[in-house]
């Protein structure tokens, strides 16, 4: 049932083979053609501007007032490539393997090996439309390394890679815009997927502003909406992103896989109240210079919560640098799973080092010293005292993470230059989503899903800096040639009537949702449903999981879900700004997709990832795999409410890589 | 459109400009908000010269006696009849009055371009006082001029002036004009003048390096030095006007 | 703490606006200024009545989104921060806080706080960009070194996030800052600069049809900038327009 379309042929080759073989659509039928892409992050700005650059007719789509505000901006530590500029055994072939372990090995092997291979093609392309990365002082790129490898292969631009990066895209959407090679329309959300004959043939959206319904017809759809942790409801994902159209997809046929495959990052800024509406990531690059410790005894720690005792006060072997003990040849590079529930371990066991017992130090003093030291010496002041080299330090790291750092000052009100900075792991990405062929389309013909939105590259773990390649990848060097070979079937289809039944159809059903949530008189704000959720989430089907638990979260979803259609108030009209009702409908998606999230937790008896069943675990409390019965990716079909979807198994065949237990110690 | 006209009418736009107006896209650089910016700095800027040389005439109102008065009488003769003079002294009304049409069409615009204004906004916590209030400034010194003019310029010109040795006796119109015993306003008059000088001291102090960076003359390298010029340039200018009315005052009562 | 909040409301962007009083309690310090706005919300949803519609998502000072303007202030009395990322522990115990929109006849107002940014797009739109197709085959990224320095400053132009406090704050809602900024950082990289002519002119044309006022260097804008951009940016522009007009043909 499931064919995932990989090339024959050996890995290397199974990409520029495919480029080969598949049919092309010449330029005067692009022109007949339309195709309409959602979300304009990463993956839909690229992809939406590549392909109007190709010549067809690009309707985008973005539920922020601008394109330029996808939360592709907020990615801050960098973008990985196999160029090897640093000499130091980089290579295509390693950026695969790191990407695939670093997955647990839970991910298809041909779209991997394609992603190492365009990677580099992303950092040429990028720098020609004037991204300002990093340099050195020769003039040629600088590079860092970043969790889970043992190379520097991430590109960057200081904390803001992201937002470098999607200014790229969006500068070359516009200058597609201006051509009116594509059509762009702010603030506007995707409703749903219209089908006719089987295949995707446009959508229902509303107009954000004037609560307007509006049918768009399109020879494709293509959704680069992003992921989907909002669902946790305390996230470093922005207030809007949401699930709603790849949720609508999901239940206009196409598959969802590994859904409860999440990112819990380990270095975010701990919660401080009920009220927190998010949570700020510190950058995963932080982890090249600070280490992670919790203290050796209760005492301290209990001290240290009190308020008798800071942090700075411990002495080395009172703390406990509990990476670099457990995984001493990743050390606080282990990829963000492992960190993350390394910290979680302590945590529970009672060492959390704030009120809430929940959190951890990320402690740059030693790296305030070994700056300061080699800044003495190049300096050539032999005879520095402690004070001054401190001082120096600071200023080189100030350099690196100078942002970074005033972020955390911003939002704690503490220095991280004086005291270490405090940090627990929080919900970051989601490497589950829509299930997609080698040519990035769902199960429904002419329904393609790029970036975050599909679940294809990451496995059960990603590592840092490929969510940027993956989305950059997809949209500039993947999408506009695989769609071309769906859509050379089109070029005598002509332009597709709206007024087809089935967009009557599909706009009536969106109208009566909307009226239902606007007509419904309850007393409960939404917030207060989605803080929930992400409660039973995060309680249940968060860093780690078990059978009970999740039965618990299923149900409790199941009560909650109908208590949210039955209370939840919406004040205000649908046909007006109205911010809530948006939020309502998405939180009524994130409704059904909790529960489906724990569904697949439930169905899956190994430990793999960002997956960690307990009840799956070695000794020493690492993640069990089963690779004898899980090697698979489960692909849930819709057959109405979540508990009734169906699960199909994609086989993962593994033919250049043999499948170890990961290990990074 | 009106704003083309003037510019057209007065037709002190560099005349390089006007060869790349059918070229340009949808507004042109005679239209173009920078030009006005550009304008206004380089009239600007020109008054600045302007305002050193008529101090330096006006300086030998300083030089007492009857030496004092042949000087200066001579200077004014000069000022109104050698032809080079003449033509620079169009180019100044010409800048006063560009200056003038120009800063009043940018506050229209900018007027325009915030029609409902804030409730509560705090300039002070993030720009000068002068910065934000160079119309006002402006309109003083408007205000200044045309009074300044009606009291020297139209009597030398058009008025009935007494002589002395051959040439118009400018020296003792204005002399006595802060004479306390000859003018009765001559305290108010005074007081205007040196009120005036203030004004164009704060005018200058944000104008004069303003102007450089409308002109995008900026560079880290020489940033202080014109921010130096241009503080200097305020205090200095304006205080040696303003202690002339102040010493013929003082002298004379 | 407690504090009184008075908020502008606006039912629509034809529709005249006023001030709106909230007397709010037990606000805690460490709520960043948009969880402050989202408590008040949580309440006027409760009573029945419609919550204060506002711009916000990633609320971690980077996509700018948020725009409020703030006991006069764009982004309220911090510096180098967005609206998201400031908390109320910048304000004190009993103060009346005033919240108005960005105003600007270039941003109309949609509702509430929330304004209409687009110009800006339209603006990067007229040229911001470099004009290269999407290409497996464009030069090594190596292939041209780029001065550290230049990269540098491209980059600090380049972390505008098009909030718009430049407008917002200036008096003359000029928008000068967002547009050189642009300007900047492509026309100090080599790949920017075959364009950079053209670029300036489109791009200064198409600020000026938006209806944004001019500048007058009070250096408000750099000010308030949550990414510090500098006013350089706005002397680099006005050099570039004035010799792109003077040599293009």
Excluded at chain 3, 186 to 195: D, N, T, W
């Amino acid at each position: 049932m499931l064919d995932s379309k990989i090339p024959k042929g050996p890995l290397a080759d199974k990409w520029s083979k495919h480029k080969n073989d598949i049919n092309l659509v010449n330029p005067a039928n692009k022109r007949l053609i339309d195709v309409i892409v959602v979300g304009t992050g990463l993956a839909g700005s690229s992809a939406a501007a590549s392909l109007a650059e190709l010549g067809y007719n690009v309707k985008s789509l973005c539920f922020q007032d601008s394109p330029r505000r996808a939360h592709s901006i907020a990615a801050q530590g960098g973008i990985n490539a196999a160029k090897n500029y640093q000499n130091d055994g980089d290579s295509v072939y390693r950026l695969f393997y790191d990407t695939v372990k670093g997955g647990d090995y839970r991910s298809r092997e041909a779209n991997v090996y394609r992603l190492a291979e365009v990677s580099a093609n992303i950092i040429d392309q990028c720098v020609a439309q004037g991204v300002p990365f990093a340099r050195e002082y020769d003039g040629l790129l600088d590079n860092r390394s970043f969790g889970g490898v043992l190379v520097s292969r991430t590109f960057y631009a200081k904390g803001q890679t992201g937002q470098q990066l999607l200014l790229g895209a969006y500068s070359a959407l516009s200058r597609q815009i201006s051509k009116g090679k594509v059509n762009m329309l702010n603030r506007h959300e995707m409703m749903d997927i219209v089908k006719i004959d089987g295949k995707a043939r446009g959508i229902i959206a509303r107009n954000l502003i004037t609560g307007e319904i509006e049918r768009h017809s399109a020879h494709a759809v293509v959704l680069c909406t992003g992921g989907y942790g909002n669902v946790f409801y305390l996230s470093t994902n922005a207030m809007g992103s949401n699930v709603s159209a790849a949720w609508r997809a999901h239940k206009k046929g196409s598959f969802f896989a590994n859904t409860s495959f999440t990112q819990i990052h380990p270095t975010c800024i701990p919660v401080s109240g009920h009220y927190q509406s998010k949570l700020t990531l510190m950058s995963e690059s932080l982890r090249n210079d600070g280490r992670i410790w919790v203290p050796k005894n209760i005492e301290d720690v209990i001290a240290i919560r009190e308020g008798k005792k800071r942090p700075t006060e411990l002495s080395e072997e009172e703390r406990d640098y509990y990476l670099e003990r457990r995984y001493p040849a990743f050390g606080n590079l282990v990829p963000r799973d492992v960190a993350s529930r390394a910290a979680k371990e302590r945590c529970d066991a009672g060492f959390g080092v704030n009120k809430t017992g929940q959190a951890v130090y990320l402690d740059f003093s030693s790296a305030f010293f070994r700056y300061g030291k080699t800044e003495a010496l190049t300096r050539g002041i032999k005879d520095a005292s402690q004070a001054e080299i401190l001082e120096m330090g600071r200023a080189v790291v100030k350099s690196k993470y100078g942002n970074l750092f005033d972020m955390y000052k911003q939002i704690t009100a503490e220095n991280p230059y004086e005291t270490p900075m405090m940090i627990y792991p929080a919900v970051h990405y989601t490497m589950g989503g829509l299930w997609v062929d080698y040519n990035l389309m769902t199960t429904v013909p002419g329904l393609f899903a790029a970036g975050e939105a599909n679940f294809s590259d990451h496995g059960a773990n990603r590592l840092g800096a490929s969510a940027l390649m993956q989305g950059l990848a997809d949209g500039y060097f993947v999408l506009p040639y695989t769609i071309g070979d769906y859509l050379s079937d089109d070029i005598r289809t002509g332009e597709i009537s709206t007024d087809r039944p089935e967009f009557v159809e599909a706009e009536k059903n969106v109208k009566s949702q909307i009226a239902a949530l606007i007509n419904n008189k309850g007393d409960v704000p939404v917030d207060d449903f989605h803080r929930r959720l992400g409660l039973i989430m995060w309680n249940k089907c968060g860093m780690s999981r078990n059978e009970k638990a999740l039965k618990e979260a299923i149900k409790e979803i199941q009560e909650l879900r109908q208590e949210f259609y039955a209370r939840v108030s919406i004040p205000g009209s649908s046909n007006d700004f109205n911010p809530e009702l948006d939020k309502a409908m998405r939180v009524g998606d994130f409704l059904e997709l909790g529960e489906s999230m724990c569904l697949d937790a439930l169905a899956r008896d190994e430990s793999c990832g960002g997956h960690f069943r307990e009840e799956f675990q070695t000794e020493d409390g690492e993640a069990l795999r089963d690779d004898l019965n899980y090697k698979f990716v489960s692909a849930w079909e819709c057959k109405g409410v979540p508990s009734d979807a169906k699960l199909h198994k994609e086989d993962l065949v593994y033919e250049n890589i043999e499948l170890k237990q990961r290990s990074y110690k | 459109m009106f704003q083309f006209d003037i510019w057209l009418v007065i037709g002190v736009a560099p005349c390089t400009f006007t060869k790349y107006r059918k070229t340009m896209r949808k507004t042109g650089i005679l239209k173009s908000s920078l030009s006005k910016k550009y304008a206004m700095a380089l009239t600007g800027l020109f008054l600045c010269l302007f305002l050193v040389g008529h101090l330096l005439g006006n300086l030998q109102l300083f030089i007492e006696g009857e030496a004092g008065r042949v000087a200066f009488n001579e200077y004014a003769k000069f000022m109104t009849s050698n032809p080079l003079i003449k033509i620079m002294s169009y180019i100044t009304y010409a800048s006063i009055l560009f200056h003038v049409i120009d800063g009043f069409l940018l506050t229209i615009a900018n007027k325009k371009a915030r029609p409902v204004k804030y409730v509560v906004e705090k300039g002070s916590r993030n720009s000068s006082w002068a910065s934000r209030n160079m119309a006002l400034l402006g309109t003083a010194l408007l205000v200044f001029i045309v009074t300044h003019m009606m009291n020297f310029w139209w009597v030398m010109h058009f008025g009935d002036m007494p002589v002395h040795k051959g040439v118009k006796d400018l020296h003792t119109i204005t002399t006595h004009f802060f004479n306390p015993h000859e003018n009765a306003m001559a305290g108010a008059a005074t007081l205007l003048y040196v009120f005036a000088m203030v004004s164009m001291s704060i005018h200058l102090h944000h104008g004069f390096q303003s102007a450089f960076k409308s002109l995008g003359l900026d560079h880290p390298k020489y940033n202080s030095t014109v921010k130096f010029m241009g503080k200097a340039f305020s205090l200095v200018i304006p205080s040696a006007f303003a202690s002339i009315p102040i010493f013929l005052y003082l002298t004379q009562a | 703490m407690n504090i009184t909040l008075k908020v502008w409301r606006q039912k629509g962007p034809n529709s005249l606006g006023k001030m709106e009083t909230h007397p709010m309690s037990n606000v805690s310090e460490d709520m960043s200024f948009l969880e402050m706005m989202d408590v008040l919300n949580d309440k006027l949803i409760r009573e029945g009545n419609e919550p204060i519609a506002f711009d916000h998502d990633c609320r971690e000072g980077i996509c700018g989104s948020c725009s409020m303007f703030i006991n006069g202030e764009a982004h309220g009395p911090g510096r180098n921060v967005t609206t998201c990322q400031l908390h109320m522990r910048s304000f004190k115990d009993g103060e009346t806080i005033h919240v108005e929109p960005w105003r600007s006849a270039a941003f109309p107002v949609i509702k509430d706080l929330a304004v209409d940014r687009s110009a800006f797009d339209r603006i990067i739109q007229s040229g911001g960009y470099v004009s290269v197709n999407t290409s497996g085959s464009t030069q090594d990224a190596n292939a041209i070194p780029i001065p550290k320095h230049d990269a540098d400053e491209a980059f600090d132009s380049a972390t505008c996030i098009g909030c718009g406090a430049c407008v917002a704050t200036c008096k003359n809602s000029s928008a000068m800052l967002f547009v050189s900024a642009k300007v900047s950082q492509l026309s100090l990289l080599p790949q920017g600069k075959p364009e950079k002519k053209e670029r300036v002119i489109r791009m200064v044309d198409q600020m000026d049809l938006e209806g944004f006022g001019n500048c007058t260097n009070t250096g408000a804008c750099e000010v308030e900038c949550p990414k510090g951009i500098s006013i350089t940016n706005i002397a680099r522009m006005n050099r570039e327009f004035l010799s792109s007009n003077l040599t293009s043909k």
